[in-house]
């Protein structure tokens, strides 16, 4: 009696975590063995998928072994914030050189390094082992595993990547294939924020002239364009007339 009740509460206290594991990230990344992708995820919706590079020797985190783990880490470190694309990173030093892509002989880090740390047993030793998300200027073999351990990118993704990654961000590896999840709503373009703002305040200092009676050329012309745009939205808006001789014509699948 007494191991049964141990059993059911070993089961209960193992509940908790099993919820977790099968998690999938909201914001964050998703690396994909099998596809050799990886996908950058905001508020659960994809914002962008780019193909990587794993390690050739297989799975596991190590010691002595240049495997890639598997498994949830955390970014625990951003490296090569202002260097350009290319720069050769020796120790997590930029060098002062750079390479292009494909540079015949040269595999080092290059571009970006973004740091892991393993947040599980199962890749517990994956910050030690120095597991990054890098560029690499070997880009011909992007796409298959190649590495020795960490996740290789093009110069050009990671330096995008980099840019959209924050340090604390999840990182779930995994050795299927990338799960289907629906776009990311699009950002609002800074250059629409921008002209609404400009017009705000284009109303406000002509509400303020108008009241001291004065107006200059320029608000008067701001004044026309604005009345202008009333029209304009305002005749969107309206209803259509039809005249008397019209005859109405019903939705037709065929016209």
Not at 14 to 25: F, G, I, K
């Amino acid at each position: 009696m007494f191991r049964r009740f141990a059993i059911i509460f070993g089961l209960i206290s193992l509940a908790p975590a099993l919820p977790a594991a099968q998690t999938q990230v909201q914001n964050g990344l998703i690396i994909s063995v099998r596809d050799q992708k990886l996908m950058l995820l905001q508020n659960g919706g994809k914002v962008a998928t780019y193909p990587v590079s794993t390690s050739k020797f297989g799975l596991g985190d190590f010691l002595g072994r240049m495997t890639t783990p598997l498994g949830y880490l955390t970014v625990a470190q951003k490296i090569g914030d202002n260097a350009p694309v290319g720069a050769v990173f020796h120790n997590r030093r930029f060098t002062g050189e750079i390479l292009t892509p494909n540079a015949p002989g040269r595999d080092p880090v290059i571009t970006r390094i973004i740091w892991l740390r393993g947040l599980e047993a199962q890749n517990a030793l994956a910050f030690h082992r120095c597991i990054y998300i890098h560029g690499t200027p070997e880009e011909k073999t992007i796409g298959r595993p190649a590495s020795y351990g960490c996740i290789r990118m093009k110069s050009s993704d990671i330096a995008a990547l980099y840019t959209q990654v924050p340090l604390g961000a999840i990182v779930q590896i995994i050795p299927d294939r990338l799960p289907k999840v629906r776009n990311a709503p699009p950002a609002r373009s800074s250059n629409t924020m921008t002209v609404q703002v400009e017009k705000s305040k284009a109303q406000e200092q002509l509400a303020s002239a108008s009241t001291s009676g004065s107006l200059t050329v320029e608000q008067m012309r701001m004044a026309g364009a604005l009345a202008a745009e009333r029209l304009k939205n305002h005749a969107r808006k309206a209803p259509p007339v039809l005249n008397k001789g019209t005859a109405m014509v019903q939705n037709n699948p065929r016209a």
